[in-house]
């Protein structure tokens, strides 16, 4: 039982270039999330979708995007990478209200 | 809007209790959970309180909630060296579609660190 996996752990990109960080869960859940996590800043939320075919931003969803591609997978993109984007980004998963959210291993992205 | 707010650091000798403190503005929250994060990894989900619960006992964890002053406590009782890491406080607000669907505000996060 792997929960939430998440693609790459770790990522070097050069200021402009785009990528996608991929999550997928395997609990069957309804809603998903994507945090970033800075020092001193806890985690704040990007994106989120309550269910399949449904997104929405959260905090800091400027220059990113996300898809919502399945019950599964949660991708989130960076369209154009900035210094500012270097980040631990973290996936998440709830099934409901209540039960708390699991949560993958991280991406550490450094933008250059 | 909501905050949620953690002190910074906390340093214990192994062996004794451990209290980490937090306070939240939302007072519609109906779940505040407690997070652990070791070194490296990812979220671990310790435990979470109801709002109209006051105590909640997990072997060595008891969580306090004072709806009333918003404050949230976590206590590790017999605290281990592994019990090192930063402890997040979460608190569940609603979805801008309602429903079941709750978004998670963390605070920043206290460091605990257990000395020998």
């Known amino acids: 039982n792997a929960g939430v996996t998440q693609t790459p752990k770790f990522q070097v990109l050069k200021t402009g270039q785009s990528m996608t960080l991929q999550c997928a869960q395997d609990?069957?859940?309804?809603?998903m999330y994507w945090y970033r996590q800075d020092p001193g800043m806890g985690l704040r939320l990007i994106y989120y979708s309550a269910s399949e075919g449904t997104t929405d931003k959260g905090e800091v969803p400027n220059g990113y995007n996300v898809s919502r591609l399945n019950k599964r997978e949660f991708s989130l993109r960076l369209e154009s990478a900035a210094p500012s984007q270097t980040s631990v980004y973290f996936c998440a998963s709830s099934p409901d209200r209540g039960r708390g959210a699991f949560f993958g291993q991280g991406t550490r992205l450094t933008v250059v | 809007g909501e905050d949620v707010e953690q002190s910074l650091f906390l340093s214990v000798r192994e062996g004794d209790s451990s209290v980490i403190n937090c306070t939240y503005t939302d007072s519609s929250s109906t779940y505040l959970y407690w997070y652990k994060q070791e070194p490296g990894a990812g979220l671990q989900l310790l435990t979470y309180?109801?709002?109209?619960?006051d105590m909640k006992q997990d072997q060595r964890l008891t969580v306090l909630l004072n709806k009333k002053d918003k404050h949230l406590s976590l206590r590790i009782a017999d605290t281990q060296t592994g019990d090192s890491a930063i402890y997040f406080c979460a608190e569940s607000i609603s979805g801008r579609n309602g429903g079941s669907q709750g978004n998670l505000i963390f605070g920043k996060g206290t460091k605990l660190s257990v000395k020998p």
């Open positions: 309180i109801f709002s109209n619960m």
């Open positions: 609990m069957n859940h309804n809603s």
